[in-house]
């Protein structure tokens, strides 16, 4: 019997927007939650999120309670979590609108948008945001394709979805592009493969956005130099994700955005090797970069420069998610 704090809570049924089941490795058992998500009806906290695992009472009658409340929820979701062993197995066992799922690579991409908490910022587990109506999800897993598609297939585990959403940074290849400019792409493109149609969001025409044709590449484009032969394709912006993004999307027959922001200009060079700084997994080793920069001033105000860059292409993303809208496929 579980022995823990209690946290008294309550919920009305007609608030639940989803519920999901899933396992917690304990290392020698595991642990089965359901975790129900609902309106809140405050705007900074959109979200309410209660977690209710079997070992507290009543566990049993909730979860018989939330199949007959709900009788189109998957009335078998037992059967689908409890094996393998040792596995998560989120399974989406009722929602009541499909959400948007949001794919960045790294967290300080969309630590700007509103109604995120730390936990929801953490790189490998998908977090609940607010942006607007339909409720969504954003889902990180690092840089490069094979990363987005772990996000992806994540986000899909977590959550019922009615449209896939690459977000996230871009470097200009377009000299005309600055530093915080709003990138909607048109389509993606990738070396040697076909491109890849991009819906279009609805947003206020007379807010500046570019708009054009976004290249995914498998590196960090690092130099100017590097920037201005990519621009010899078409493209006017560079990124690594989206293309991977976009092909799961038309895989799974659901309406693809891409909403980037400009976070470095095609003028810019970075001070440091990003590429050397990746991890095996695609990920970025900060001391790596920390120590290539070294004990050079100049490399440091460079990285401070590119630091606030950052910070501004981040507010600047999250304020125009907050007044652009995406349809999304009925569930």
């Known amino acids: 019997m579980y022995e823990g704090p209690i946290h008294r809570w309550s919920l009305r049924w007609e608030e639940v927007l989803w519920i999901s089941a899933y396992k917690r490795d304990l290392y020698t058992t595991d642990r089965i939650y359901l975790e129900f998500v609902a309106e809140s009806g405050q705007a900074d906290t959109?979200?309410?999120?209660?977690?209710?695992?079997?070992?507290?009472?009543?566990?049993?009658?909730?979860?018989?309670?939330?199949?007959?409340?709900?009788?189109?929820?998957?009335?078998?979701?037992?059967?689908?979590?409890?094996?393998?062993?040792?596995?998560?197995?989120?399974?989406?066992?009722?929602?009541?609108?499909?959400?948007?799922?949001?794919?960045?690579?790294?967290?300080?991409?969309?630590?700007?948008?509103?109604?995120?908490?730390?936990?929801?910022?953490?790189?490998?587990?998908?977090?609940?945001?607010?942006?607007?109506?339909?409720?969504?999800?954003?889902?990180?897993h690092g840089p490069g394709v094979e990363n987005a598609r772990v996000a992806v297939n994540r986000g899909f585990e977590r959550i019922p979805v009615g449209a896939l959403v690459s977000v996230g940074y871009v470097g200009a290849l377009d000299p005309t592009l600055d530093v915080g400019q709003i990138?909607?792409?048109?389509?993606?493109?990738?070396?040697?493969?076909?491109?890849?149609?991009?819906?279009?969001?609805?947003?206020?025409?007379?807010?500046?956005?570019?708009?054009?044709?976004?290249?995914?590449?498998?590196?960090?484009?690092?130099?100017?130099?590097?920037k201005r032969t990519l621009r010899r394709s078409g493209a006017d912006a560079v990124d690594m994700e989206a293309y991977a993004v976009a092909e799961e999307a038309e895989r799974r027959s659901v309406p693809f955005y891409c909403v980037r922001v400009v976070s470095d200009r095609a003028d810019t060079d970075f001070p440091v090797d990003f590429n050397r700084a990746r991890r095996s997994d695609g990920t970025f080793a900060g001391w790596r970069v920390l120590a290539q920069a070294g004990l050079n001033p100049s490399h440091w105000k460079r990285l401070l420069s590119l630091k606030r860059d950052s910070e501004l292409a981040s507010q600047r993303l999250a304020d125009f998610l907050s007044i652009c809208r995406f349809d999304v496929r009925p569930g």
């Open 46 to 140: 959109p979200f309410r999120v209660a977690e209710v695992n079997e070992e507290l009472e009543g566990f049993s009658a909730l979860a018989e309670r939330v199949k007959e409340v709900f009788p189109t929820s998957k009335q078998q979701w037992e059967l689908s979590i409890w094996t393998p062993a040792f596995t998560t197995k989120y399974t989406v066992i009722y929602s009541k609108t499909p959400g948007v799922l949001l794919v960045a690579a790294d967290s300080r991409e969309v630590r700007a948008m509103a109604g995120m908490t730390k936990l929801d910022l953490d790189l490998r587990r998908p977090g609940l945001m607010s942006l607007g109506v339909p409720p969504s999800l954003v889902a990180l």
């Open 183 to 226: 990138f909607v792409a048109r389509q993606i493109a990738r070396e040697g493969s076909p491109p890849k149609h991009v819906e279009t969001p609805e947003f206020p025409r007379d807010i500046g956005v570019a708009q054009g044709t976004l290249l995914t590449i498998d590196r960090v484009a690092q130099t100017c130099e590097d």
